[in-house]
């Protein structure tokens, strides 16, 4: 339990061969009224993506209220090791009232589709505000 705070907190860990990621929520507006704004992705620091991988699909889970969905994005992967804010859009992290932990996971793919094999994934938490 101690282990998970403490990657929640720092905002990266890592799972599948070493695959992680780190992101800084960025520019978007604040937000605590419990209605999301539609904003652009933060940026994605990655490390260690699995060979093979063309493409990387984001997903955002509010861990305080785990059954509203964020949703997340597609991004095409060519080597980079950032990925800006813009490659897709989502519903921002809007706590009402209070401070709730948001997670990333990214599931690395050789191709494009819901359906296809996962080549690795990772998850990065931070809290908002």
Same mark, same amino acid.
């Given at each position: 339990?101690?282990?998970?705070?403490?990657?929640? /907190?720092? *905002?990266?860990?890592?799972?599948?061969?070493?695959?992680?990621?780190?992101?800084?929520? *960025?520019?978007? +507006?604040? /937000?605590?009224?419990?209605?999301?704004?539609?904003?652009?992705? +933060?940026?994605?620091?990655?490390?260690?993506?699995?060979? *093979?991988?063309?493409?990387?699909?984001? %997903?955002?889970?509010?861990?305080?209220?785990? *059954? =509203?969905?964020? &949703?997340? &994005?597609?991004?095409? =992967?060519?080597?980079?090791?950032?990925?800006?804010?813009?490659?897709?859009? =989502?519903?921002?992290? /809007?706590?009402? &009232?209070? %401070?709730?932990?948001?997670?990333?996971?990214?599931?690395?793919?050789?191709?494009?589709?819901?359906?296809?094999?996962?080549?690795?994934?990772? %998850?990065?938490?931070?809290? =908002?505000?």
């Amino acid at each position: 339990m101690l282990i998970a705070a403490a990657l929640s /907190c720092a *905002g990266t860990a890592s799972f599948a061969g070493g695959f992680s990621f780190s992101f800084e929520w *960025g520019g978007i +507006p604040s /937000c605590t009224t419990g209605r999301p704004k539609t904003v652009p992705n +933060p940026v994605f620091t990655l490390k260690d993506v699995p060979a *093979g991988t063309t493409w990387i699909y984001f %997903k955002l889970v509010d861990k305080n209220v785990p *059954g =509203y969905d964020h &949703g997340g &994005g597609w991004v095409a =992967y060519n080597g980079q090791a950032r990925i800006e804010p813009g490659a897709f859009k =989502y519903k921002s992290p /809007c706590p009402p &009232g209070g %401070k709730h932990t948001y997670e990333w996971t990214a599931t690395a793919k050789s191709k494009k589709s819901a359906m296809g094999k996962a080549l690795g994934s990772a %998850k990065a938490a931070k809290e =908002y505000p």
